[in-house]
Nanobody, 114 residues
Framework: QVQLVESGGGLVQGGGSLRLSCAAS????????MGWYRQAPGKQRELVAR???????NYADSVKGRFTISRDNAKNTVYLEMNSLSPEDTAVYYC????????WGRGTQVTVSS
């Protein structure tokens, strides 16, 4: 059974930083592009960062220059380093393949206060 477990969220002041982790079990994800998605209240889930199996990265314009996605294939884990956080980044953050085809995990809540 494939499982995605996100962690590392929390409450942070504007301008602060967080590092999210996503551990995958039941799948060898080294051959897949992985991404971090987020869903803010009342909004659709959106892809904010993507990393290919070869390590190339892409970012949504809203997070470019502030967020960094990375992966450790030996640990089946993908990370999201988030800096210069703003209240607009408040959302539940999820990881999945890109495109998303695995069952979604529970996500991790990120709340940024002004």
């Amino acid at each position: 059974q494939v499982q995605l477990v996100e962690s590392g969220g929390g409450l942070v002041q504007g301008g602060g930083s967080l590092r999210l982790s996503c551990a995958a079990s039941g799948i060898i994800f080294s051959g897949y592009a992985m991404g971090w998605y987020r869903q803010a209240p009342g909004k659709q889930r959106e892809l904010v960062a993507r990393i290919t199996d070869t390590g190339s990265t892409n970012y949504a314009d809203s997070v470019k220059g502030r967020f960094t996605i990375s992966r450790d294939n030996a640990k089946n884990t993908v990370y999201l380093e988030m800096n210069s956080l703003s209240p607009e980044d408040t959302a539940v953050y999820y990881c999945n393949t890109v495109p998303a085809w695995l069952d979604w995990g529970r996500g991790t809540q990120v709340t940024v206060s002004s």
